[in-house]
Each structure stands twice: as C-alpha cells, then as structure tokens.
C-alpha cells in the first residue's frame, strides 16, 4: 500500500511558475511507476506527465511538453513537477498516482495507476 500526498498548488499569474511534490510513503518508491493528472471543472482527468521508477524515463502530454518538467527523488520518496510559463488553461487540480511496477514504464493511462494522492489545486490567472 502506498500512501501519496500533493503539495505545492496556489494562484499564480500567467507566465509564472509552481513547483508540485507528491510524497509517497513506504521504502520501495523506486519500485513505482509515478504520474501526473490534472482535472477542470467540468472536464475529464488527463494525463500530464509520468516517470518511470529509476527517473530514467519520462513522457509529457503535448500540451505541458517544453513547459512542465517531471522528476524524482527515490531518496526522499517524493516526485516533483516543475510548472513553468503557466497558462490559464492549466488551472485544474492536480493529481499525482503510483503504479508498481517490473522494468522501465511511463503510463499514460490513468486506469492503470493503483494509488492517488488528494490533489492539489493550482489556479492561474489570466
């Protein structure tokens, strides 16, 4: 079982920047395929970014791709995302989740992922 829990939403103006974390409990972290998700009001959960559980593979929706940067810190068991000229259009909650899996794998698919954190929300505005 796997326990996560989001930190780091706020309001922030477009152009600026946020730094996310998702703490994770237990001692195999790097055992755990980890992602981002966010959700509007009124709009389905999509995905946003995933990593793999070394940190050695990474992959971004094409919307956040060159913005958004995803990371880990198995030490620590925490997983960070880097929001960077932040648009309007990312104002959503944001979920991170957590997957453990055998070998390298960056998932895209939220159906696949096991364990959610609460979310955190991040507002930008305009």
């Known amino acids: 079982q796997v326990q996560l829990v989001e930190s780091g939403g706020g309001l922030v103006q477009a152009g600026g920047s946020l730094r996310l974390s998702c703490a994770a409990s237990?001692?195999?972290?790097?055992?755990?395929?980890m992602g981002w998700f966010r959700q509007a009001p009124g709009k389905e959960r999509e995905f946003v970014a995933a990593?793999?559980?070394?940190?050695?593979?990474?992959a971004y929706a094409d919307s956040v791709k060159g913005r958004f940067i995803i990371s880990r810190d198995n030490a620590k068991n925490t997983m960070y995302l880097q929001l960077n000229s932040l648009k309007p259009e990312d104002t959503a909650v944001y979920y991170c989740a957590a997957k453990r899996v055998i070998g390298i794998a960056t998932i895209r698919n939220d159906r696949e992922y096991d364990f959610w954190g609460q979310g955190t929300q991040v507002t930008v505005s305009s």
């Open positions: 990593i793999s559980g070394s940190g050695g593979s990474t």
């Open positions: 237990g001692r195999t972290f790097s055992r755990f395929a």
